[in-house]
T-cell receptor
Framework: TQLLEQSPQFLSIQEGENLTVYCNSS?????LQWYRQEPGEGPVLLVT?????EVKKLKRLTFQFGDARKDSSLHITAAQPGDTGLYLC????????????FGSGTQLTVLP | NAGVMQNPRHLVRRRGQEARLRCSPM?????VYWYRQLPEEGLKFMVY????????ESGMPKERFSAEFPKEGPSILRIQQVVRGDSAAYFC????????????FGSGTQLSVL
């Protein structure tokens, strides 16, 4: 059983559409991170959220940390083909980078 | 990803051989983490090292796997007597401290065991 459940597992949309992906857990995390990974490459950190209820924006990407710090969402507005990739959430139970727990990811494909 | 160097990018081994994966952290980073990624799965923590010390190896299989981060040179993940189930992408990450800050990942080594 995954400590962090991501949904959907796969998502294919047309350019210009909006989408939301989710990261859920029954555990409380000190912090939660979102990464994007492209084929044949390592994950690249997009954002870290620390405070319950926190919302962070990165251009067309909006990240939210649940009030109880058990879940998070990533919303993309007007998706572009360049957004295609594997989106991973990762939680830290201890507040430390060591032993980040990763979800299994959402594979996003944005069709032109 | 810039700065964390992993080699080789691809490694093919036959069952029973040894695999040695190398990772040079970003300049100024003294904390190294190894993760393993299987197809359609997230990254699984294996081991966390600082220079010359293994800090946390709770994710490492008890047999055949070992890791080191010597005073000089790259961190090495060593897998002895590889089996087909060891086939995976192995990623190294580094950070300046262990205090929950940003991890920088390398591009990974794809290990294929024939």
């Amino acid at each position: 059983t995954q400590l962090l459940e991501q949904s959907p597992q796969f998502l294919s949309i047309q350019e210009g559409e909006n989408l939301t992906v989710y990261c859920n857990s029954s555990s409380v995390f000190s912090s939660l991170q979102w990464y994007r990974q492209e084929p044949g490459e390592g994950p690249v950190l997009l954002v870290t959220v620390v405070t319950g209820g926190e919302v962070k924006k990165l251009k067309r990407l909006t990240f939210q940390f649940g009030d109880a710090r058990k879940d998070s969402s990533l919303h993309i507005t007007a998706a572009q083909p360049g957004d295609t990739g594997l989106y991973l959430c990762a939680g830290s139970l201890s507040g430390s980078a060591r032993q980040l727990t990763f979800g299994s990811g959402t594979q996003l494909t944005v069709l032109p | 990803n810039a700065g964390v160097m992993q080699n080789p990018r691809h490694l093919v081994r036959r069952r029973g051989q040894e695999a040695r994966l190398r990772c040079s952290p970003m300049k100024g980073h003294s904390h190294v983490y190894w993760y393993r990624q299987l197809p359609e799965e997230g990254l699984k923590f294996m081991v966390y090292l600082q220079k010359e010390n293994i800090i946390d190896e709770s994710g490492m299989p008890k047999e055949r796997f070992s890791a080191e981060f010597p005073k000089e040179g790259p961190s090495i993940l060593r897998i002895q007597q590889v089996v087909r189930g060891d086939s995976a992408a192995y990623f190294c990450a580094s950070s300046r401290t262990s205090g929950g800050e940003k991890l920088f990942f390398g591009s990974g080594t794809q290990l294929s065991v024939l």
